[in-house]
């Protein structure tokens, strides 16, 4: 495995939603026994770490980001010898891994928070988290206005143990998620234990949950009319406080050899403050939520990349770019709408508008080019490599998403982009696990064209297409990490080179143009037309000579 200290500057990550990748014993559900078992096949698609969304012991009121034990594995994902099986035979392919810590808050099933309660006012054992006498003059009123992010109020009531009405108690997300205290010592030094924990058995970084939170303002005043992330200040979001906690975590982090590597999600809208997150002494990269929300048109996707290389380069950190993850709807399907219509990324959004399948198929491909192209790193969402879309009709029965639950069923959440990969075969379960048994959540018939074993097969697929430009983007020196050049190219187009002699051309929604005159095509992300033009939602890759390419007249 190669000990390049700076490999996430350039790297390729691919994403598993344990529960939904690859089902080792038969049960249904994923494991890492199925992990294992498909460790190959992220091997030739050519990604160069994984990252798994959490498998640590948990009720999964949230997925998994609801953590009862930090220090172990869930026994429905397997055992805690059979991750460092894993991590072995991921690092034989050159593989890294990358494991989700949620910091914010742990699980109500979590050991320290049933002390809480059992502790009652005043203890240490309460301190670990943030419990507050209710207002009012029967202290049955809420200790301030905070609302939770998947709908309700952020406080819960608690039973004493002699049996009287008690404390509240914080949870920014579901009830059963109660909020850690980070002002409290023996916090941050069990984080700091965990980090030690997963490093020492050779794990390679860390995807840090909800990055922005943890640290709540003083006196936990109320919010009023100011939004979750809105920009300017707010009491719990984006405390100056949190940077200490995350310059203690990149100390621990860089103790190491080669040193470990940190993953941000940070939704914070002001570009300064963002880049706080990514200084030198502080975490490595950060998701791209800006990039992941803009629209498929020219200016959209330019203004993006634009506002995102320069947020970056305030603080000489890569960027990141990524097209869907567990918590939005599949890529494929937002592409499928018009891009005038101002979706959201959820499926909620975006339900009751008109979808043409074959039309985001088509703009998915050239999206993969681009990122592919992009300066800095990028990750591939399970699935993103067969282009599924999401399953926007789940029966309303199989529903998970603790969003549905919270929103009084008027919300489906985001189980469409969580149902399980296909792998081979005509029906479900399509290989997802080796019996006959059915997923945690139900697969559509139409899987089967999606299936990576059909994939597999078929040179012009979405997957045959990510193993090439994954191979291309390694074998070229202009890829990865860098700088770009924008190209004078038509309107409803983008054009740039990243040197030495590399170009990308993506016609968005521009009248079909000529290529440049002596440029070699290296990858197409669809065909061109019968004279050789760009055709709309078509992105290609070029080797290009010196000066810069110039496009005709």
Not at 24 to 42: E, F, P, T, Y
Not at 263 to 271: F, I, L, M, R, T
Not at 366 to 382: E, S, T
Not at 417 to 443: E, I, M
Request: with cysteine; proline share 9%; hydrophobic share 40%.
């Amino acid at each position: 495995m190669s000990d390049t200290a700076a490999w996430w500057r350039s790297a390729v990550i691919y994403q598993v939603y344990i529960r939904s990748f690859a089902d080792g014993n038969g049960d249904g559900i994923g494991d890492v026994a199925g992990l294992r078992q498909r460790l190959d096949h992220l091997a030739d698609l050519g990604v160069d770490a994984i990252w798994i969304n959490p498998w640590y012991p948990s009720p999964l009121a949230d997925a998994g980001y609801d953590v009862s034990d930090y220090r172990d594995i869930d026994p429905r994902f397997g055992t805690l010898a059979e991750a460092e099986a894993l991590l072995r035979e991921a690092h034989e392919r050159d593989l890294r891994i990358i494991l989700d810590i949620v910091p914010n808050h742990t699980s109500s099933e979590h050991e320290w928070f049933r002390a809480a309660l059992r502790a009652g006012p005043g203890s240490a054992e309460r301190d670990r988290y943030l419990f507050r006498p209710g207002r009012g003059p029967h202290g049955d009123e809420p200790p301030n206005d905070w609302k939770a992010m998947f709908g309700g109020g952020a406080w819960t009531r608690v039973t004493e143990p002699d049996g009287t009405p008690g404390e509240w108690y914080l949870h920014l997300f579901d009830v059963e998620q109660p909020d850690l205290n980070w002002d409290n010592p023996e916090v941050r030094a069990d984080f700091e234990k965990t980090l030690r924990f997963w490093f020492d058995r050779g794990v390679d970084g860390f995807r840090i949950d909800v990055a922005n939170s943890l640290i709540k303002e003083r006196g936990l005043p109320d919010v009023g009319d100011k939004q979750h992330h809105d920009p300017g200040p707010h009491p719990h979001w984006d405390r100056d406080e949190v940077h200490d906690v995350y310059r203690e975590w990149r100390a621990v982090a860089d103790s190491y050899d080669p040193p470990k590597v940190f993953v941000a999600e940070a939704w914070v809208p002001e570009a300064d403050r963002f880049a706080r997150y990514l200084r030198p002494d502080e975490l490595h990269t950060a998701f791209n939520f800006d990039f992941l929300k803009a629209a498929w048109l020219a200016p959209a996707l330019r203004e993006s990349v634009e506002r995102t290389l320069r947020e970056h380069a305030v603080v000489g950190a890569p960027p990141t770019w990524v097209l869907s993850n567990h918590d939005v709807a599949r890529h494929t399907s937002r592409l499928a709408r018009d891009p005038a219509a101002g979706i959201g990324t959820s499926l909620d959004s975006m339900i009751d508008l008109p979808a043409d399948l074959e039309l985001g198929l088509r703009r998915a491909r050239a999206a993969a080019l681009l990122i592919f192209a992009l300066p800095g790193g990028a990750y591939v969402y399970q699935g993103d490599e067969l282009g599924l879309p999401e399953v926007e009709d789940l029966p309303e029965a199989s529903l998970d998403d603790p969003t549905w639950r919270r929103s009084g069923h008027t919300l489906r959440g985001r189980d469409g982009c969580r149902v399980p990969v296909p792998w081979s075969g005509d029906g479900p379960p399509f290989g997802f696990g080796p019996g006959d048994d059915q997923p945690w959540l139900p697969q559509p018939e139409w899987f089967s064209r999606f299936t990576v074993e059909r994939e597999d097969k078929d040179p012009e697929s979405m997957l045959a297409l990510y193993r090439r430009a994954l191979r291309v983007r390694r074998e070229t020196p202009a890829l990865g990490d860098g700088p770009l050049t924008w190209l004078d190219v038509p309107p409803g187009a983008l054009g740039f080179a990243r040197d030495p002699g590399f170009a990308l051309l993506l016609n968005v929604d521009a009248v079909p143009f000529a290529l440049p005159e002596g440029a070699e095509v290296l990858l197409t992300s669809g065909p061109l037309t019968d004279d050789g033009l760009l055709p709309q939602d078509t992105a290609v890759w070029l080797q290009v000579g010196q000066p810069l390419l110039r496009m005709p007249e």
